[in-house]
């Protein structure tokens, strides 16, 4: 009896042994809040309705999951079967609003139950779950605000979710029940962390990329929504994005709503995925100032017009767009000399 308590004893320490170290999560610093928030406006749902077009980048990556926005973050971070969510966004609204959704998945067991809580007669038991959900006053203020702000709004963004991905044969987390237990499993287990940082500032993504390295762990999905095209590549944000453990088997999912690149047929945006690799590669290299002028040089992503991947760094990449444009301008000039095609005449008996 004695070795067997031993064993279980021994068995016990070696698995809290295995369990990364997620202390330094749990105090990431907060940036300070934004002189400005974009157009004056809090984005409470997202307005990228293509988002199948991430699923197979983005598949079963694991690791540690960093996105900006609301819930967009959700569905990525389920498809990933990510270890930690780190939610961040410059606007403290949306944080607030990743609150109410930590209250509501950790009361709701179901997807079908999820969605039952945001709907409008729902109201009287989702204030009743966020004044329980917090003590502190603050916290449960700033909740309750959000949720009363923007709980019709994220109503019809999730049944919008549920008819997207229906149409695109794809699991959701507001459908699946594995997809839902995914994420709900983390907030039960205290793996998702909400913090106000901003991509371009000097505290909380470094922060980030510190608890990822001390967890001894990487960073398996970079989601940065559109964030990109508001600022240049500054030394800061190279300095941030270089801070976060990323390898070639790491992912950055990024959209574009900028002038001069190919959107996908009918919505705002570009959408694009690159290799973390590739992506600190650009960060090094000083003619890359901005988003666009690196999506210039990424290669269109199967058949789908507006969509690119980029997994190469800046020197391989504008050679292969070199010669992409050198081989088109060899058929101009082929057809030139050749002349306009004509229809064969047939033969007369």
Do not use: C
């Not at 190279?238 to 950055?252: A, F, G, Q, T, Y």
């Amino acid at each position: 009896m004695r070795v067997l308590a031993l064993l279980v004893a021994l068995a016990s320490s070696l698995s809290l042994a295995s369990e990364p170290t997620l202390s330094a999560f749990a105090s990431l610093p907060a940036d300070p809040p934004p002189a400005e928030i974009v157009r004056g406006l809090h984005y409470w749902i997202s307005n990228e309705n293509e988002l199948h077009l991430f699923h197979d980048a983005v598949k079963d990556k694991g690791g540690v999951y960093v996105g900006v926005g609301s819930d967009q973050n959700y569905l990525l971070g389920a498809w990933a079967r990510a270890e930690v969510l780190v939610l961040m966004d410059f606007d403290q609204s949306i944080v607030d609003l990743h609150r109410v959704y930590r209250v509501l998945f950790r009361a709701a067991e179901t997807p079908a139950d999820f969605l039952r809580l945001w709907r409008l007669e729902s109201r009287p038991e989702v204030r009743r779950l966020l004044q329980e959900g917090y003590a502190d006053p603050k916290e449960r203020a700033s909740a309750l605000r959000a949720y009363g702000t923007a709980r019709w709004a994220v109503d019809r963004r999730l049944k919008r979710v549920v008819e997207q991905m229906g149409k695109a044969s794809l699991p959701s987390f507001v459908v699946d029940a594995d997809e839902y237990a995914h994420i709900r499993r983390l907030f039960l287990e205290d793996k998702v962390f909400m913090v106000r940082g901003d991509l371009t500032a000097k505290r909380t993504v470094s922060a980030v990329g510190r608890a990822v390295a001390q967890a001894g762990m990487k960073v398996g999905v970079l989601y940065l929504s559109n964030a990109e095209q508001y600022f240049p590549y500054d030394k800061w944000y190279r300095s941030n994005i270089r801070e976060l453990p990323m390898d070639e088997h790491s992912v950055v999912v990024r959209t574009s709503g900028q002038r001069g690149i190919s959107h996908v047929k009918g919505t705002y945006y570009h959408y694009n995925t690159q290799s973390g690799s590739s992506f600190i590669s650009w960060l090094g290299d000083a003619k890359t100032r901005n988003v666009r002028t690196m999506l210039h040089y990424a290669p269109a992503a199967g058949t789908v017009y507006g969509l690119s991947r980029l997994d190469t760094g800046p020197e391989e990449a504008r050679e292969a767009a070199k010669q992409r444009l050198l081989a088109k301008q060899a058929v101009k000039k082929l057809k030139k000399v050749r002349g306009p095609s004509r229809p064969r005449r047939e033969a007369v008996p």
